[in-house]
């Protein structure tokens, strides 16, 4: 048989561990505990940490229509300022696995541009209608630390990135939304990147949910029929526990509607996040 290319055989797996853990693995003990867990998860600025490694498959990409790979290692951690203020850092690391671009590049795998994002967020929500509303805004940072042309910008960028949560009752549903805009680095083109991720996640007993996390994106130094690209589908997840250690997994699928050229028709993203309650 045929062997799989890495992306494959690391989506394979993935895939199996997330079929093996939802029909082996315990809940935690109490239903609303789960419950309330997964909520936390799906809030961007919670007070939890929690550690996600999200693999992102992107199918029918490049001009030979090939499925690359980046892994982002994106670990929370929020900070206590006081009584009523946290600061949520959420750096984002991405492993990538390159498509090939042209018959000389490409492909090509490594560490792509780490993106450090921080929120200055309420401790506690402001109430709103029948639930709460949270809010988180600061920096946003773009380092240059991609291991080569193919894999990052080669740019020092910075920019604003904010988030707006609504919570009621098993409802979670929200934006979080942030530029970048270059100020250093050679002589590559500019930086000017929009993103934008809605979300909205249903929670059912026992830790599980319905979710839609779809990332749309801009990048305004391209030409207008390659800037944006948005995504529409969704998924499942669940919240459990193996032995003593609180997990969370998620699995989606979304469809490109809009995509520039040579960009992915689909995307596969599995998510697992071990979680650190605190309280």
Request: include cysteine; aromatic fraction near 12%; hydrophobic fraction near 40%.
């Amino acid at each position: 048989m045929k062997a799989c290319k890495p992306n494959h055989r690391l989506m394979l797996l993935t895939l199996t561990a997330f079929v093996l853990a939802f029909s082996g693995a315990r809940a935690e003990d109490a239903d609303e505990s789960a419950t309330e867990l997964a909520k936390k998860v799906q809030n961007p600025v919670s007070d939890l940490i929690s550690l996600p490694f999200q693999d992102n498959n992107n199918i029918h990409q490049g001009p030979y229509h090939q499925t690359g790979n980046i892994l982002n290692i994106q670990p929370v951690i929020p900070l206590h300022l006081s009584e009523d203020w946290n600061l949520i850092s959420r750096p984002i690391f991405p492993l990538i696995s390159q498509v090939r671009l042209a018959p000389d590049i490409g492909p090509e795998y490594g560490l792509g541009d780490i993106n450090p994002q921080f929120y200055l967020s309420p401790a506690k929500p402001i109430p709103f209608l029948s639930g709460g509303i949270v809010a988180g805004l600061g920096p946003i940072f773009l380092l240059p630390t991609a291991g080569s042309a193919q894999l990052g910008s080669q740019k020092w960028a910075s920019g604003v990135t904010g988030v707006g949560v609504f919570l009621s009752g098993p409802w979670v549903v929200g934006l979080l939304a942030n530029n970048l805009w270059s100020f250093a680095g050679p002589g590559r083109r500019n930086v000017n990147q929009f993103q934008a991720q809605t979300f909205v996640s249903y929670n059912f007993p026992d830790g599980w949910y319905l979710t839609s996390s779809p990332i749309i994106t801009a990048d305004w130094v391209a030409r207008t029929r390659n800037q944006w690209t948005v995504p529409l589908g969704g998924g499942l997840g669940r919240v459990f526990k193996v032995n003593d250690q609180a997990v969370n997994m998620t699995l989606q699928t979304f469809y490109n509607v809009v995509r520039p050229d040579n960009g992915p028709w689909w995307q596969i993203r599995f998510q697992l996040s071990l979680l650190f309650p605190t309280k």
